[in-house]
Structures are given as C-alpha cells and as structure tokens.
C-alpha cells in the first residue's frame, strides 16, 4: 500500500468543522433594507467558499455577474423574487473558479494543432512523426511539442538522425515538454545559420558531437539559430485561441495569468473580447521588451476591461532557463554533468569576467545591477513583476533584486508583489526571504510529480532538499500561486490539486510512491492555491478567487469519480480523476460537461 502524506488523512473533526455551515447568510443585507431579487438561486449544495475561515456553505444567490448572498438555505431564499430560478443542486459540490496562475495562452492553443508528444517515448515520437511525413505534402513543415528525453531508456538528448530516418525531406521541428529547447532534423539543420564551434551562445546552449557538428537540440536563446517555420496564419491563430478558450473551461479554469504575450496578442485578445468571441478572465504579463509600450497607458485602458475579464498590469522576464533541459542557473555545476556546466542567464547580457572577457557564468551580484533597473521602471509604473527563475542561483538573485528595489525606492506607494515563477530550485535558507520580502512563489504542481525522474540526478541530494519545497514555503509564511505552466503541462487543476497532495505521478513514475512527501500541502492549501492565493498573486482577492457576496460569480460543478465522494475525505488517489461538470463565468454557464443535468 502507498505510503501517505500526512495531507492524505485527514480527520474526521475537520470534516466535520468544515460542514458547519456559516451563520446567516455570509454578506447578507442589513435587516430592514429592501432585499434585491437574485437571478438565479442554487439550494442544498455543497458550496466550497474558500474564504478566510474556509467555511462551507448550503446556497448561493446570483444576480447579474456577481454573487448575491451566500450561506445557508433560509437565508439564501430571501433573496428568491417571481423570476428568479431555482436550481437545487442535490448536495453537489461547489468550488470557486478555479485559476491558473502560471500559462502561456497561446500555447495552449497553438499546441491542440500540432503533434502532441507529451508523455510518449522516443519510439512513439519518431512513429508519429513518421505518420505526420508520409501524409505530408513536399516541403510542408511537421511541427510538434512536449518531448521529454527524461522519460526514455536511455534519458538522452535526442538527434537530427533520429528524425532523418522518417523524415529525410520534410523539415520537422518539435519542441521540449518545457519550451526550453528545439529538436529538429538535418532538413532544418540546413536551413539554419549555426555559430562555428566555439563561438559563445550566451543565453544558450548548442548541442555538439566531438567534432563541433550540431547533434540537433538547441536550448533557450540558441532556439533562435534554429530555422523556423513559417508563421500561422491569422485564421489559425484565432481558431487557435478559440481551442484553448473551450479547452481551459472544461477544465474548470475561469481566471488565467498569461505569461510572456506580445503586443499583437494582445490586440488580437482586445479584439475577440470586442466580438463577444473572449469570455475567460485574463491578466496578461507582457515581455518585459514590451513593458514600456503600456507603462504610460492611463489604468482605465489596461485594468478591468471588458466586465473584469481582461487586466494588462504585468511584466514577464526569463531570467534563465529550464532543469530538464540544463538551462536553470545554479550557483554549483550540474551533478549529472562533467564539464562544469552550471545552466545560462537570459537576460542583462553581456556579462564579464574580472578581466574584461564576456562570460556566460556571470555571478549573483552582477545579475541583480544587471537586471534591477527592469524591475524599478515596472513598480514606478505601477506594473507587477513576474520573472521565471528556476535555478538556485536565478532565484537567490531574484531576491537580491527584490532587496534592491526596496532599498532604491523607500517610498513606493503600491506593494510591488513580486512573483518569482517556479521557485523550483531555492537554497534552503533562501526560502525563508520569500516571506520576508513579500516575494510570491508562483508554483506549478505538476512540475514536481513530471520532474521526479531527474530533478535530483540534476542537483544532487543536498540542492534537493530545496527544490519544489511547498510544504516550507508555507511554513515560512508565503502564500503559494498554483499553476500549470501550460502548454509544458497540462493545464488540468485536478491533476495540480493530485500532485499538491501527494506529491505522486498519475502516471506510476517513481513506482508510484510519494516524492518527498514531507513537502506535501494539505488538501485545504491545495484549493486555495488554484483559487484565492492565485487571485492575491494578481492584486485581484476583492472580485475573485472564493465565493463571497458581491464577488464575481465565478464557480465550477464538481464531478468526482465515485458517487458520494467529498474532496476533503476522498481517497487521495482519486483526486485527479476529479472534473468540471459545469463551469460558470459571471453568472454565465461556458461549459457543461457531456452528459451532465444540473438539474438531474
């Protein structure tokens, strides 16, 4: 039998604190004041609030797009006028919206019309790919993602030869699980201009056979040597859109941070809102080259548009690169490497050395100098500041940043509310100055129980001990923003609230065991993690993330895979099978899942 993480059981006495119902109705109209009519009004539910207390409740009442009372049956049904309907939901469970604080929505999108390749070994790849080139016509490019050479026998990188066998005249290009690096065939290989041997790649790395002869992988900056295909076209790309709308709201999402988005997304995102064709609550963090595009953009015209669906208040920096593919930035080499190499930084380059010489190992001091003013420019516009940084060396210069800026600008007017995405690979003392300088670690689930087949042969077991540490982040006092990292992951919160949990791999990885389970979050942190605490991560707690009066009436169905089952007493192990049968925003039903009655 598995062995549990102490979040799996939990007791009785909770269950049964959480099932007493909060009093009158939770935000109820002062007595005496004529009582408004709700719209519609849900009875004998089993509502998650996810507010302070995590109080549950029995009903909820919607008028417009806004919650209008919550709490219990007699008091909700005050709200009830000759109009409104009544839906009785018969005990079903009820969550907030869920939120996935960490995605790129494009890629959600762009990655339903290409080849998938998540999860599949080298052999299936290569099959497919194989598939995709005897369909083709001559020289149409095959494009696809989410290879993970970490889950083949043998884990190695893959090579141009491995795709010429297949495809000797069609270009294929096909990128990493992470996005962090490109594989692509000798078709390709030609069409590309490719540094000699030798020549530094800062930001990147060039994989090489001993003759200095490209092997095929090109990781983080050097992605760009590799030629690319020719760009959609503007009808795929909104189709594309469309696909990972419907796609995020069968899953239960209702709010997304974007990460990285380009100025013409962003148009395009503007104008699908217009059409009616935008529906899903976004809030967009631009690349930071973009950054001064919106910087001087009065508020009214960035935040809140479109009925609070649409926030532009973010910038986006990739400060390194990714563990699978050696590009996270760690202040000692790789432990499963022998050539010193210790990962590259993104951002701020040119760095030298003490004798005036570039250098692609630049240390943490000169990374924060580097890359402060970026951040102090974004807070005195009033932008929040997102950066990725996964190695233990990006995230201790994170820090350092954040140390900085304050130093630099004592008066700020606006908590900056720096979010540090992946927090992945932190020096254990580290961890503690997140809280202590109220930087957010934006975490994504599903990247511990997928990276559980290297993260340690990367790092070793001491830079381990830091890595993915949920259950210390917590402890030390932060609040932790759940995401997926879509499309690296799929953009799936029941899987994300599994891998909280339990810290196992669905897919029996690690002989299905627990991966440090000591780093387990409690059922209860899991849930705000997708709702409230990604909404804090967005300056957004006062219109989102729980069920409460007058927030926006944002809220998902649950479908649980046993009948009679309760998130916080079910078996954990069936947490992921857990579904939306009904997603709503503002009020609006946008997904109802094959099958399912509300009023069954």
């Known amino acids: 039998m598995r062995s549990m993480c102490r979040a799996f059981a939990v007791g009785a006495t909770l269950s049964l604190v959480m099932l007493v119902f909060a009093g009158p109705a939770l935000g109820a ?3 005496g004041h004529h009582k408004p009519k709700a719209d519609t009004v849900y009875l004998n539910g089993n509502i998650y609030t996810v507010d302070k207390h995590f109080n549950r409740a029995q009903a909820m009442a919607v008028q417009g797009d806004r919650f209008l009372a919550v709490g219990k049956n007699k008091d909700v ?6 109009d409104t309907t009544i839906i009785n939901l018969k005990g079903k469970t009820v969550f907030p919206g869920l939120w996935d604080a960490h995605l790129h929505f494009s890629g959600v999108g762009s990655s339903r019309q290409i080849l998938d390749l998540n999860g599949l070994s080298k052999e299936a790849i290569v099959a497919k790919v194989k598939a995709a080139a005897d369909a083709a016509q001559p020289d149409e490019w095959i494009q696809g993602g989410g290879w993970n050479q970490t889950l083949w026998d043998p884990p190695v990188m893959p090579t141009a030869a491995d795709l010429d066998a297949v495809s000797p005249n069609n270009p294929v290009r096909l990128g990493r699980t992470d996005g962090h690096a490109t594989w692509v065939n000798s078709v390709v290989l030609g069409m590309s201009t490719i540094p000699a041997p030798g ?3 800062p930001g990147g790395e060039i994989f090489r056979y001993p003759d200095g002869t490209p092997t095929g992988v090109f990781v983080d900056t050097a992605q760009s040597f590799a030629k690319s295909a020719p760009p959609s076209t503007e009808s795929q790309v909104h189709q594309s859109y469309l696909l990972a709308q419907d796609y995020l709201f069968s899953l239960g999402n209702t709010s997304v941070c974007d990460m990285g988005a380009a100025v013409s997304h962003i148009d395009r995102m503007k104008t699908m809102y217009e059409a009616g064709e935008m529906k899903i609550r976004v809030n967009e963090y631009v690349t930071y080259g973009s950054g001064p595009t919106f910087y001087d953009q009065p508020a009214s015209e960035r935040i809140g548009l479109f009925g609070n669906r649409y926030t532009i208040n973010g910038i986006k920096i990739s400060i390194d690169g990714a563990l699978g593919s050696y590009g996270a930035y760690l202040m000692e080499p790789y432990s499963d490497r022998t050539d010193g190499w210790r990962g590259s930084i993104r951002v701020g380059n040119p760095y030298y050395d003490a004798s005036g010489n570039v250098t692609t190992t630049p240390d943490i001091p000169q990374i924060v100098e580097h890359i402060a003013p970026i951040y102090e420019e974004a807070v005195k516009h009033g ?21 900085k800026v304050e130093r630099d600008l004592p008066k700020l007017t606006r908590d900056p509310r720096f979010r540090d995405e992946h927090a992945q690979i932190v020096a254990v003392e580290d961890i503690p100055r997140f809280a202590q300088l109220h930087v957010i670690p934006s975490m994504q689930a599903q990247h511990a129980t997928q990276d559980l087949t290297m993260a340690e042969s990367r790092v070793g077991p001491v830079r381990i001990l830091g890595a993915y540490a949920w259950r210390s982040f ?9 995401g997926s990292d879509a499309s690296v992951e799929v953009p799936n919160p029941w899987w994300g609230l599994f891998s ?3 810290r196992i791999n669905k897919n029996g990885y690690n002989n299905g065991e627990p991966w440090y389970p000591q780093q387990c979050m409690t059922r209860e942190e899991a849930l705000r993690s997708f709702t409230i605490w990604s909404a804090y991560a967005a300056f957004a707690t006062d219109k989102r993330g729980s069920i409460e009066n007058d927030k926006l009436a944002d809220f998902v169905i649950v479908g649980y895979p046993q009948a009679g089952e309760d998130y916080m007493t079910m078996p954990a192990w069936d947490i992921w099978q857990m579904q939306s049968n009904m997603t709503v925003v503002g009020g609006e039903t946008v997904y109802t899942a094959p099958g399912f009655d509300i009023l069954q």
Not at 77 to 82: N, S
């Open 199 to 201: 020549v530094a790649t």
């Open 29 to 31: 109209h002062k007595p």
């Open 474 to 482: 917590i402890d030390s006092g932060s609040v932790i923003a759940d």
């Open 500 to 502: 909280a949990v339990t």
């Open 383 to 403: 932008f929040q500041v997102a950066s990725h940084a996964i190695g233990d060396a990006t995230n201790r210069a994170v820090l350092g940043i954040a140390e």
């Open 77 to 82: 049904q005050k709200y009830i006028g000759r």
